[in-house]
């Protein structure tokens, strides 16, 4: 923004013509005004300073005021990547670093905030403010106590070695190579949360931090320690309770027909060496569980069910469901889908032409279709046994940057993962890379 841009635009703000102002740190956030009711940071500032000297723009005439802070693990990858290319020396990059560390805490806390931002400053105090997020919070605490004790003890097995990523693929049973490298599948720990994702157990480790029960130490990828604070909960003299998460209830609600088509799926993946999404995605997992397919041409009438995938899998998932006959609903198998003849021809024919060498635009303005549906048939195509290595079509670069958004995030929803790639990093790629 030029200069001139910049100074109509505060003044206009400064003296109410407009209600709104939107501002980056480069703009220098040079508000004098009292009436402002709310500040809204749409990424998370690096220190705590600067979030309490921003946030503290809100308010100034004393009357109550809204401060919301909008959270992206994206953030503090960001602000890593912009510490690294820094040119401060190791003792000051170390100490940004903390900084950092504590502003991520900040974020997940379920501390009261103020208390929290007292705390930080050295103004200690017990009153909680009774008005922030956190102290309105709804729902109930769960005791997490024993999952608790699993992350500490995992901590110690690996002798405070590693970070969070590798504590959390311990604790879920990941099938990663990287485990199965450094013999890490081998530890009493492995798998002891294996009903739980990586995302979920990662975030509770994130709690565990910002209640100072571990600390992260190091600079871009931190290990993990325990505190002090860690030790009564390991001894079981104390207990933790943290509310429960969304992910969590909505997998209580799941019902056990999935769960047993999910444990499947893992076996099967485990012994082929592949990942789980590519034996049958959840999609395919749901609507299985929601209809009881019991005949081979019931099954290839789910989504993302072709020959070839049952001639692979299809036996031994309709091994599952049978016993679950009883919970067949009434009204037809799978009615809403097209005739199955003509469903599969239409995709196949896609694939072929893809084949040719033919782009997904050029595609999709040959067969008016957009290129989302486009891309909806060359994936199915490949889960189904057609050859057209689609992952070739993704920078290497990008590959490795979406799986690990994947195993962070899960790859039920797929918006969350594009979320936290860089701009660059279409759908398209998410979805040759995943094949989802």
């Known amino acids: 923004m030029a200069d001139k841009e910049r100074n109509v635009a505060q ?41 309490y000297q921003e946030a503290g723009r809100a308010g100034r005439d004393g009357e109550e005021s809204d401060c919301i802070l909008l959270f992206s693990p994206q953030d503090i990858r960001t602000q890593s990547f912009l510490i ?51 102290c309105n919070k709804k729902g109930e605490k769960v005791d997490r106590t024993k999952e608790a004790q699993m992350i500490f003890s995992c901590i110690k097995r690996v002798r405070e070695k590693f970070g969070k990523t590798i504590i959390a693929q311990i604790l879920v049973g ?25 995302k979920e157990v990662a975030q509770l480790i994130d709690l565990l931090i910002a209640e100072g029960y571990i600390k992260p130490a190091g600079h871009a990828y931190p290990t993990l320690s325990l505190c002090e604070k860690a030790l009564p909960i390991l001894k079981g003299e104390e207990s933790i309770y943290v509310y429960a998460q969304r992910e969590e209830e909505a997998r209580e609600e799941q019902n056990d027909v999935f769960e047993a088509l999910r444990g499947l ?37 789910i989504n993302g ?19 679950f006959k009883d919970r067949r609903p009434e009204q037809p198998i799978i009615e809403h889908k097209q005739p199955l003849r003509k469903q599969r021809a239409h995709y196949l024919e896609t694939a072929n032409r893809f084949k040719e060498q033919a782009s997904v635009q050029a595609l999709a303005n040959y067969f008016s279709l957009s290129e989302s549906t486009i891309i909806k048939h060359l994936v199915r195509a490949e889960q189904e046994g057609s050859e057209l290595n689609l992952q070739n079509y993704v ?14 995030y899960g790859t039920d929803k797929l918006k969350p993962i594009k979320e936290a790639l860089p701009a660059s990093i279409s759908y398209q790629d998410i979805r040759f890379t995943l094949l989802k």
């Not at 034996?279 to 997992?285: A, Y």
């Not at 069910?305 to 049978?322: S, T």
């Open 84 to 134: 690294e290319q820094s040119s401060l020396s190791e003792d000051r990059m170390k100490l940004e670093y903390g900084k950092l560390q504590q502003m991520t805490s900040f974020c997940h806390t379920e501390r009261c905030l103020p208390l929290y931002l007292l705390d930080y400053f050295g103004d200690r105090s017990n009153e909680v403010c009774r008005k922030c997020s956190n």
């Open 11 to 51: 003044e206009a703000f400064i003296h109410d013509r407009s209600t709104v102002i939107v501002a980056t740190n480069a703009f220098g956030m040079g508000i004098d005004k009292s009436n402002v009711r709310y500040v809204i940071h749409y990424q998370m500032p690096r220190t705590i300073e600067a979030y």
């Open 305 to 323: 069910v072709g020959e070839q995938k049952w001639d692979k899998y299809g036996q031994l998932f309709l091994n599952v469901l049978i016993p």
């Open 265 to 301: 799926r893992k076996t099967v993946a485990a012994e082929h060496n592949i990942a789980p999404y590519m034996v049958f995605s959840d999609r395919t997992l749901r609507e299985m569980s929601q209809y009881i397919p019991l005949t081979k041409e019931e099954f290839l009438n």
């Open 174 to 198: 990941s099938q990663n190579q990287k485990i199965k490298q450094l013999r890490l599948d081998q530890l009493p720990t492995y798998g002891l949360l294996k009903t739980w994702s990586q």
């Open 395 to 408: 920078d290497q670069d990008k590959q490795i940057l979406i799986q690990n958004a994947a195993k962070e």
